[in-house]
């Protein structure tokens, strides 16, 4: 039982990781349909942010540093997704798969130069003293960087809950979601939303990036490992609903631990891919569909 | 090769010379050619000349097996440019077939290496005592070889089945691919007593041919640039075939192809398979050329880079992808010879200014220059209705 | 469009229209300079530890010149990037040998890697030095292993396990690939022999970062320590969630096989102090030797880099080869491997002497701690070199292995 319960709270934690590094893709991929796979490298740029935090305020201001980073994380990666919007993306809307095969080219190139600017090694982000350790809650083992990671998650979801439903400026991300043109002639600016869209997505990689550095080490390869699980919980999720992506990285956090628990760790990421994909035989749509008229 | 009109999709210009269907005059279009015909035959036969004749005669031993390499990249090309170019299937896991029809064929030939009744090399540093029941029917060759292909295309029509019936397309589908790949990577790593686990699997002969000869190694040349010969007419026919018209129209317009009573899922299926079934081809050839078969060659990674191949040489064109593959590989040995680093700039770099803004890569620079030709062209009717410039971007999956 | 592709094909032609038209192995080069590669990964995931080999290996070759070469002759490095994918390795080495004509090659880490190569260089009748610790039951004529096998690293700390520690049971964590699961296999049989129990065998993917399933199991299993065979990458999040599970080093010792002082700057040694490792080398081993070495690399490199023990070993690579080449008179491949035999030399690590048998190299077991600075202390070392025997064969319990 306790054992159970252990494994059932480790899910939780998967969950809370995935929901974190899928949750800008909701808004990119889910919202507006990019697939940037430089997603990956957003989260790597904050991880690095973190680092190089540390590095400038010293070792006195580990803590200070570490939550310093998540601010200026957002708005480092959320900085990198808007010139990537404006420089490519823009000229690419209407062409998912290009826009999928050029990201992953700025990929490529990211990934490098943090390997020329950071070297190939691995860096060490410190733990502030706070996050070292843990406790035991009802037989259960519960590290504080864990417990962390998923505070960090839930209020980083309720502030995309929050700006979707709530701002202005939701409300406009959603009406060009739902109907681009009706949108642009009912006077919203689309291209400026777009934007918006894309900052706050790729800003929210890089406060998952920041979370990352708690787990392992930050080294140049530190967003790819991730960006396959983050859209396939955008894809089982249900396209830009962030309710969807909630359940869904629950859900697939849950079934990694179980089914590792009761096999082994590479097996059950197989089996969990295997899952996914005959989850979508049945909805497609994902788990929270997008209501539509279109025939798919 | 293709000429310019049938790469331009639903645009296309039946008028136009060496795809129509049989009529009038059909002897002279196909055999003879027309005009538009002659610079692609000529060409065709100039690369034939240089792959047979040049290439052999004045390459060292070392880069003819770096030309077979990439020639084996080749026929996966082809495979994406139906799949991809044609279908609009954007199969970002091609690593997968690659990898059944390469593991398929290292199973066998380490078997032959082993002899009869005797277990591969490398079960002994995994320390299994019995063959696996997996491994014995690969003793077979014939069997061997059915599977190289049957395999990879029966995975393939399988998913295909499963994925395009529920209407799975576009960024899902290559996500799924992709997904696809890395699960297959994990797999093999993971059963090492099967499959040899990172390591991969090592050969030296090849059905009977010694892969440290010279000479040998020079059948395998020839060989490899048969079967992408080969590859490459049954692509060609494909395309130029009812189904053909019939794999665009899908592409272009998914649901108006389903109203007039075609089923969209079983033209997908039909390309994605065979794309599955180059790629598995490509991927037993690779084996003997390289020597080794190993899961760094199949994830995610690796099946990205095919597809750039594709989207350099251009994605509709199966001559494209074929020079595609040549150049992206050469150039790769040669820039990462020079400079390991400088390498992944340039293929993203390479990758970014093709993909955005040339995306029908190589084969474009022919295409421009058919279609300026053809606007001063008066005399040739039909001219005006070849594609306009955009047409490639009709490369797209809904 | 075949335009593109008679471009494609003309390229190449044209490309490698300069190589010579022979492919016969290497040997002495001609001119002032003998050749030499130098193969390691410097892209991908593999970078991370070989850079800094294929470093140590220029600083050998810079030294060998600096005192006027080999035969009289200066050593050129000719480096190729094996990309962290083993095809590459072996398309290099074929490159290496046949293009460049060198006269021995330096490289590999991962097993795959030198699996991929291994029969490149005996097609080729070239030599091959191997840096790296690896799970034995190889010995290629044509290559020369200059890190650990087994018997020389996992059994001495399976020993010192059992004799210090007084350790009943184990858990064995390790990344899944080759050299763990292999490794594992022995220390079951070894284990079996000894009285000591194998309480479980987890392995994660290769790069992961999510131990906690692992740390649950580990924690039920209650073992007095665990045998960690994870690769650099995986060990920073393993053991932070050993720490966060409430199992210090006090608790619950570790030890590790593949985290040396180079894999620590990256983890943070205060994640790992306390804990042990087994190796051969380490950047404090005492001799005037290491003194020198330590220091020439780190004037080379900057001072915040370190030893390691791969790194060492990657430098006594090259040293062992040109002082064979130096006894033999020439840089044919099988007179350097006559020669190699029996050869001794004063390494940083200490006396190490070339098996002519299997061409391993004798070398000392050493325990080590980590400390809060991120070296590592010696804690117990072997009486003198270990004889190296990659395939167990005077061990009874490795029997059927």
Redo the contacts between chains.
Sequence with gaps: MEQLLSQIFVGLSIGSILLLVALGLTFTFGQMGVINMAHGEFIMAGAYTTYVLQQALGDGATATAFLLAIPVALVVAGTMGLLLEVLLIKRLYGRPLDTLLVTWGVALILQQAARDIFGAQNVEVKSPGWLDGGTTLIGVDVAYNRLFIMALAVAATAGAWYVVSKLKQGRRMRAVMQNRQLAAASGVKTASVDRRTFFLGSGLAGVAGVALTQLGSVGPTLGTNYIIDAFLVVVAGGLGKLRGAVIAAVVLGLCNSLIEYWTEASLAKVIVFALIVAFLQFRPQGIVAQETRGLA | MNTSTDTTGAAKAAPAGGTGTPGPGWFKRRVIGTKADVVPRITFAVVAFLLIVVAPGMLTAFRLDLLAKYLVFAIVAVGIALAWGRGGMLVLGQGLFFGLGGYVMAMHLQLADAGPGEKPMFMSLTGASDLPGLWEPFRSPVFTLVMVVALPMAVATLLGLLVFRSRVRGPYFAILTQALAAAFVILLVGQQDLTGGTNGLTVSTFFGLDLAKNSDKLTLYFIVLAVLLVVFLIARQMVKSRYGQLLVAVRDGEDRVRFLGYSPTTVKVVAFATAAGMAGVAGALFVPIVGIISPTSLGIVPSIEMVIWVAVGGRVSMAGAIAGALLVNFAKTELSEAMPSGWLYAQGLLFILVVAFAPRGLAGVGDWWRENRDRFDRFRPGARTAAPASGAAAGEGA | ?????????????T???G?????TASSTSGGNTIKVGVLHS??G?M??SE??VKDSELLAMEEINAKGGVLGKKLEPVI??G?????TF??KA??LI??DKVAATFGGW???SR??M???FE?NKSLLYYPVQY?G?EASPYIFYTGATTNQQIIPALEYLKEQKKTKTIYLVGS???FP??AN?EIKAWAKANGMKVLGE?????????F???V??V??AKPDAIFNTLN???N??FF??L????LPSSKLPVVSVSVAE?EV????A?KVKGQLVAWNYYQTTKGATNDAFVKAYKAKYGQKRVTDDPIEAGYVGVKLWAAAVEKAGSTDPEKVKAASKGLTMDAPEGKVTIDGENQHIYKTARIGVINDKGLIDTVWESKGPIKPDPFLKTYPWAE??
């Design positions: 469009m075949a335009t593109g592709l008679l471009c494609a094909v003309g390229m190449f032609a490309g490698c229209a190589d010579d038209d022979t492919t410097l892209s995931t970078a991370i850079v800094s190729e990037d990309a962290s994918d083993w095809p072996a398309e074929q490159k046949s293009q991962t097993s795959a699996k991929a291994l029969p490149v097609r799970e039951l899944d690939y080759v699961r292999t296999k987890e392995y994660a993917p290769l790069g992961s970062t999510e906690s399933t692992i649950n199991k924690k039920a650099g990458d995986s920073v999040a932070k969630q720490e966060g599970a409430g180079d700057r990256g983890i943070g205060s059927g292995l």
